[in-house]
């Protein structure tokens, strides 16, 4: 079974459409989807050899070779032109900023980008290019990861706070979402303790006003 992470990643993958997972890894992801007739064809991208290796032989463990393609690519570089949906998850804000720079994104029908930092910057950059943030997940996985999932359809800027929040977590607002802004109201709380610092004030008094605090 994958975690559930990748679980939630996965459930955001419209059915029948190829994928290619860039830094696919052990290519966790790409049998999942093959093996649970969400996907009929899955490219499991990767810019190692030694995480490339550990993805054909979990391939060939589960008998995929037919569908799982393992592809030696930095990001979509080598993609083929079959490819419908992108997912970047588990890697830092700059390489999923390298991945994007280096692509046509006006040629995939949407991404799923889970960073492991600076989720808030991703949506700058999404923002920044005028795309939409058509979905959002938040999800507990031993830590808060957030997934979002654009495309390139043309979209005004988002607000500040729809940069910091997302703009669906704040229209959503769904239990593991409120979760995490109580979860991040603590931690600043304990923080701001020792430092006082005016800038954590001013946050939680944001995500208070968000949880519709009155005081
Ligand atoms: C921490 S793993 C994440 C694996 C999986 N995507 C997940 O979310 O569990 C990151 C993987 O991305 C690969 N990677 C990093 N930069 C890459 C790039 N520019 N193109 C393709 N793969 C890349 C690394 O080699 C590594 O195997």
Known sequence: ?????????????????????VGSDHA???????ENNISPKVYAGEIALGPLNKAKENIEKHHLEDKVI???????????????????AGMGYHTIKHILDSCDVYKYQYFLIQSNS???????????????????????????????????????????????????????????????????KKRLENINVKANKAEYSQIIREIEEILGYNN
């Not at 393992?70 to 970047?88: N, R, T, Y």
């Not at 979002?148 to 977590?169: C, M, Q, V, W």
């Open 70 to 88: 393992p592809v030696f690519s930095d990001g979509l570089a080598k993609a083929e032109d079959d490819v419908d949906i992108v997912i970047i």
């Open 28 to 34: 966790l992801l790409p049998c999942f989807l093959v």
């Open 118 to 184: 600076d989720v808030e910057l991703v949506r700058q950059y999404i923002s920044d290019h005028m795309y939409t943030i058509e979905d959002e997940r938040v999800v507990y996985d031993g830590f808060y990861y957030q997934i979002i999932r654009f495309s390139a359809d043309l979209h005004e800027p988002y607000t500040e706070l729809e940069i910091k929040y997302g703009p669906i977590n704040l229209k959503r607002r769904d239990e593991v979402f409120i979760s995490y802004l109580l979860d991040y």
């Open 1 to 21: 079974m994958i975690s559930p992470r990748l679980l939630q990643i996965a459930m955001l993958v419209e059915k029948n459409k190829v994928v290619f997972d």
